[in-house]
């Protein structure tokens, strides 16, 4: 098992990685369970557990008999797999529900699932009675070397994804790597996605290393597995203890491919047609060819990034999209990005693979030129 710590003053907590950790809850998690066997109303003396449907059927067992092990039961919330399920409605069911369950502040929720269940019961718990513990037990890649570690947790709106929310910190994040054995391919490849990016983005070691071991990973070969996500989650948790609440800058980096990925989406309709892993994958190769474009990073490397999204079986041209959109369209979606300010854009872009930078005088119109090359070049 690794253990990587997020050093946040006052707030620290731990991300452990490793097989059967969901097994083995009620030894990694007990100061987080215990109050809820010290009595008071007997609804209370049950952990509540906030599971997607889908990963408390394939997982909810193992949770269960590691709980009932050490003489607790558990109080299942189920939340529909979904996006639609990061919703005012959704929140308002979840909230009333935990305060009949008589949460207090001292409590611990455990979200178990992906991203939506981490980002819905973090929320929750950051706004229940000013705010209640919560602990992470992702069973996505993309949740395990991304979302459950960091704290922003979200609900979307009319207006957007991700618009209401709270920085709220988990107290201790489970990444148990058995989960991942049950994840369909094109879900494990997508989230593999986000593991490149801490590669390219700061850890150019990481990248060669990835350029070797890519296929292993996704093969779930255990030991380069726990490697991959361990180092993930390590950089993450460095930027995040540098810069929690994206001030300075360096948090902003964790958005390399995402701005170019997210006009990819939005113009996919957010479906089944590009996965978000996806969608980062191609704003990656986007961000490092426009970099090259700017005279930032050289056409070698910029190939190298291409050639890692190649290999780890996803499309790495957007012309394969079929799109029948022009590049100012796709930037029309990028204008309703939260990061706009004062009418300019930020772009993580890079200097060579593993320095990215923030660049903050990018032309919107530049870019859409540039995007209508890449939806005819290839
Ligand atoms: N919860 C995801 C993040 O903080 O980045």
């Not at 620290?12 to 100061?31: F, K, P």
């Not at 799109?323 to 939260?338: I, N």
Request: charged share 25%; proline share 3%; with cysteine.
């Amino acid at each position: 098992m690794a253990v990587i710590p997020v050093d946040l003053a006052g707030r620290s907590y731990e991300v452990r990685v490793g097989h059967g950790l969901l097994d083995d809850t009620i030894v990694q998690a007990r100061e987080f369970i215990e109050p809820y066997h010290s009595g008071g109303p007997s609804n209370r003396r049950k952990v509540p557990v906030v599971a997607d449907r889908n990963a408390r059927r394939l997982h909810g067992d193992r949770l269960s008999q590691s709980l009932t092990s050490g003489g607790y039961e558990i109080a299942w919330y189920d939340v529909e797999p979904g996006e639609g399920s990061k919703s005012w409605e959704s929140l308002a069911r979840l909230t009333d529900w935990l305060l009949a369950h008589g949460i207090e502040r001292g409590d611990h929720v455990f979200a178990l699932g992906g991203g939506v269940v981490g980002d819905l019961t973090g929320f929750a718990c950051a706004i229940l009675k000013r705010g209640c513990g919560f602990v992470q037990l992702p069973t996505t890649f993309l949740a395990q070397v991304d979302s459950s570690v960091g704290g922003k947790t979200a609900i979307n709106t009319s207006a957007g994804k991700n618009l209401v929310g709270a920085f709220h910190q988990p107290s201790l994040v489970l990444a148990d790597l058995d989960a991942l054995a049950t994840l369909p391919e094109r879900e494990l490849r997508a989230g593999y996605a986000e593991v490149l990016k801490y590669g390219v983005l700061g850890d150019s070691a990481f990248f060669e290393w990835l350029e070797q071991q890519g296929g292993q990973i996704i093969l779930l070969e255990p030991k380069a597995l726990e490697y991959a996500v361990a180092t993930s989650v390590a950089a993450k948790a460095r930027i995040v203890a540098e810069d929690e609440r994206e001030m300075s800058g360096q948090r902003a980096l964790l958005n390399l491919g995402h701005t170019f990925g997210h006009a990819l989406e939005a113009e996919t309709g957010f479906s089944e047609r590009l996965l978000h892993g996806e969608a980062v994958a191609l704003g990656m190769v986007l961000a490092a060819r426009y970099s090259e474009r700017r005279g930032h990073l050289s056409i070698d490397e910029a190939e190298r990034v291409t050639r890692c999204v190649d290999a780890a079986g996803m499309m790495s041209d957007i012309s394969a999209l079929g799109l029948s959109c022009d590049g100012r369209t796709l930037v029309d979606h990028m204008r309703h990005d939260k990061k706009m300010a004062g009418g300019t854009l930020p772009f993580v872009l890079l200097r060579s693979i593993g320095a990215a930078f923030l660049a903050k005088d990018v032309i919107l119109d530049d870019v859409a030129a540039f995007l209508d090359e890449q939806l005819q070049a290839h």
